[in-house]
């Protein structure tokens, strides 16, 4: 072995707070914790250089925590110390080689802490494992002003699993301060994440100076006006909105993210999202034609036109964005770019001839491939959203899979790296707790637990495969979020979880011994001042089949601390004590909250229930939801509890490209008049309502009779809540089949592509 001594030294004295259980997170892969305490006091001194920025780090934090100003100094005759040694071990630490093979590059990072009588040591593999063994030391120390600190005797060898551990931040639909994009970048720190991918173009906003191209912040960085509410509420206000980073802005972000050993990956959006560029320069576009900056969120159909004069000028950004970024990786979007424009375009129409295409899906892939071939000539490689596989992946492209997992599935089978970040696990603008109870979030039901599930490595893929998978990252995109305020509570706690799952010491099956280390990193949080959620302490709730209804089981923290009513009524600590699933056989509305020392420590959930001859019985799929949208499976459509329309979260199901196809088994004959089903439209998701629902039922199983096919318009104008009334019908078995909208029509938003058809509760009368 071979050492190089960066050397902190602390002095000792000897006072006693016990700390049996260490809440570290990430977990460590390895811990022994051993009898005895190193004591922190005043007479603490850092050994090092005084302009090391790991010394004043420690410094600074240390001071922050405990209110200890410990000395920095390169000279000391203490007895005491914390000894930081650089630490090769042939054999193990490698270069990285010119891919970013996370097989030759698996122990970046790794460090060993040893806390002794004497001695807190941590020999680190590299500059980055000085840092994680930094950020571990500090979790052991806590946020108390006191004189004297214990930290326990402890042995500690750890290292991450995978080579990507990123979190993302839209900064175009809602701008954000400078100095938050630094605190964002402490919070990645803290948990030892490593890639920060910056989305800095969109339609709704350029945020960063181009000065080859003013007229990008001049007029693409502001827009007259933006979407409040929800998307289905279809308001706007009119007060001009924007802003964008300086060039000089970027460069300290960037180095500031260096230093906590942060690579910051740019996007710079194309062929698509590039209205606010094509309101600079509308030349660029197919139709010339002016433009504004969006206002509204989704996507729209105004796109870059691939002509020579469009790709010089993306080579152009790219090269002052190069030269801000060191990443080796740039984001070039490549996702949900409608190809309406182009398909009228003659410069697109020519381009597909000249360069002997099939389509405009082909020329998309054209449009990546010209573009990769410029940045790699840059000594730089491109990733992109999973839709750049389409019509052919770019030969050396990255693949970052959000739509589901099936694209870096395909991309690693093809040889390609991957960042695993599918909105079933890692969208953090999805609700994290009961969605009545949360600001208005773009859908689906994202908590601590499912994130903390998530597995990187799909198991399709073969050992040999699965080397492609770089990692995982989450995505915060800020249609509903416009305050840093509101980006803390939806990135935290769940920022916790995903580390772990990132570090690779995530276990699904000890998810509770993972909860209690988290909830008490929330004491972390207050102190910090960090605007976090605490859904985690909410009572959740589960339906399930019944006698008569559902049976209604709830959860929490401690599930002997619930409370409920059942008449509508606010639940206290002497409201009924919750033991076990309430059974629900008629109309009613159950209220509860978790209480704890006599005071209510979560917020209340309210559930109506409509309970019908359909209610709680089983029911069967043709096609199963897509994962996103789709936690309570086909009993969904029966539960009794009706979705709401502007929060599409765990009460809906949503089939993307596919029709819902559902049977209900009444359990026996019944006499039938009405049922009613509730449909969704939010366009600017893709959402559509669908073209028909036929329903039909059968008295064996087997010979159906139809009963009626409810038309595109009928469901329009009822605002998809159908009523369908008809004569007495003896039945058992009721077929419903809600006919998908299809592939999405031009002129729409996500032109091209499959409709979402979002279907809730069945209710027979």
């Not at 600074?60 to 000391?76: D, H, P, V, Y």
């Not at 790794?110 to 950020?135: C, M, P, S, W």
């Not at 004189?147 to 993302?168: A, C, N, T, V």
């Not at 509570?489 to 209690?516: C, D, H, Q």
Request: with cysteine; aromatic share 12%; hydrophobic share 35%.
């Amino acid at each position: 072995m071979k050492y190089k001594i960066l050397t902190l030294l602390l002095l000792i004295s000897t006072i006693s707070i016990a700390q049996q259980t260490l809440n570290l997170i990430p977990k460590p892969n390895s811990v022994e914790i051993k009898k005895g305490h190193f004591v922190l006091n005043k007479e603490t001194v850092i050994l090092a250089d005084e302009n090391s920025f790991e010394a004043k780090f420690l410094q600074k934090e240390i001071k922050n925590k405990t209110g200890l100003q410990l000395k920095i100094s390169l000279n000391s005759n203490s007895i005491s110390k914390i000894g930081f040694y650089d630490l090769l071990l042939p054999g193990v630490i490698t270069k990285t080689d010119s891919l970013g093979n996370r097989s030759t590059n698996r122990n970046k990072g790794q460090y060993f802490l040893r806390v002794e009588k004497n001695d807190i040591t941590i020999a680190q593999a590299d500059n980055v494992g000085n840092f994680y063994g930094i950020q571990t030391l500090l979790q052991l120390i806590p946020f108390e002003k006191k004189s004297e600190i214990k930290i326990p005797y402890l042995s500690i060898s750890d290292q991450p699993k995978f080579q990507w551990r990123g979190m993302h931040l839209d900064v175009c639909r809602h701008f954000f301060p400078k100095d938050f994009i630094k605190k964002y970048i402490d919070y990645l720190a803290m948990y030892k994440m490593n890639t920060f991918h910056w989305h800095l173009t969109d339609d709704q906003g350029w945020r960063i100076e181009i000065k080859k191209y003013p007229k990008l912040t001049e007029v693409g960085a502001w827009r007259n006006g933006s979407m409040i509410g929800h998307y289905t509420d279809q308001t706007f206000d009119s007060i001009r909105y924007g802003g964008f980073y300086t060039q000089e802005d970027i460069k300290e972000i960037v180095t500031y993210a260096k230093e906590r050993h942060i690579t910051i990956v740019p996007e710079i959006e194309m062929p698509g999202h590039a209205l606010a560029a094509l309101a600079s320069y509308p030349e660029f576009s197919c139709t010339g034609g002016p433009f504004e900056v969006g206002k509204t969120w989704g996507v729209l159909e105004d796109v870059f036109c691939p002509k020579d004069e469009t790709f010089t000028f993306l080579e152009n950004i790219l090269v002052e964005v190069m030269e801000l970024f060191p990443s080796e990786y740039i984001h070039i979007g490549g996702d949900e770019c409608p190809k309406v424009r182009w398909k009228s375009c003659p410069h697109c129409q020519k381009r597909i001839k000249d360069e002997n295409l099939k389509d405009e899906h082909e020329l998309q892939s054209y449009f990546i491939q010209r573009i990769e071939k410029f940045v790699n000539s840059k000594g730089r490689k491109i990733i992109g959203w999973d839709e750049i596989l389409e019509g052919g992946l770019a030969p050396n492209a990255a693949v970052m899979s959000w739509r589901g997992t099936e694209g870096g599935i395909a991309a690693a089978k093809q040889k390609h790296f991957v960042v695993m970040s599918p909105g079933s696990h890692c969208y953090f603008d999805h609700y994290q707790g009961e969605p009545k109870n949360e600001p208005i979030a773009f859908g689906g039901y994202t908590n601590v637990e499912k994130v903390y599930s998530f597995n990187p490595v799909p198991k399709e893929l073969f050992a040999e495969e699965s080397k492609y998978i770089l990692g995982a990252q989450a995505n915060l995109w800020t249609e509903y979020i416009n305050t840093p305020e509101h980006v803390e509570y939806m990135l935290f706690p769940r920022i916790a979880a995903l580390s772990e799952v990132v570090w690779g010491t995530s276990n699904p099956n000890e998810y509770k011994e993972f909860e209690k280390r988290l909830i008490s990193h929330f004491e972390i949080y207050d102190k910090k001042g960090i605007n976090y959620s605490k859904a985690i302490f909410e009572v959740t709730s589960k339906v399930q089949p019944a006698e008569n209804g559902v049976a209604f089981e709830l959860k929490s923290a401690n599930p002997n601390g619930i409370k409920y009513t059942i008449n509508g009524s606010e639940p206290n600590t002497n409201s009924i004590s919750y033991e076990k699933p309430i059974l629900v056989t008629k109309n009613q509305t159950i209220k509860a909250a978790y209480f704890e020392n006599g005071k209510a420590k979560s917020a209340t959930i309210e559930q109506p229930f409509f309970i019908t001859k359909s209610t709680g019985k089983k029911i069967e799929l043709v096609h199963q939801p897509h994962e996103n949208y789709g936690i309570g499976g086909s009993f969904t459509l029966v539960d009794g509890m009706k979705g709401n329309p502007s929060k599409f979260g765990r009460d809906w199901l949503g089939f993307w490209g596919k029709d819902m196809n559902a049977t209900i088994d009444l359990g026996k004959t019944e006499t039938i008049s009405k049922i009613s089903i509730n449909t969704l439209s939010s366009e600017g998701s893709w959402i559509y309502y669908p073209k028909s629902i036929g329903i039909l039922v059968s008295k064996d199983g087997d010979n159906y009779i139809p009963i009626t096919i409810v038309s595109s318009k009928e469901i329009k104008e009822t605002k998809g809540k159908i009523v369908v009334e008809f004569d007495k019908q003896n039945v058992q078995f009721i077929k419903v089949i809600a006919e998908n909208n299809g592939i999405i029509s031009d002129g729409n938003p996500g032109a091209g592509s499959n409709s979402w058809l979002f279907v809730d509760e069945i209710s027979v009368e």
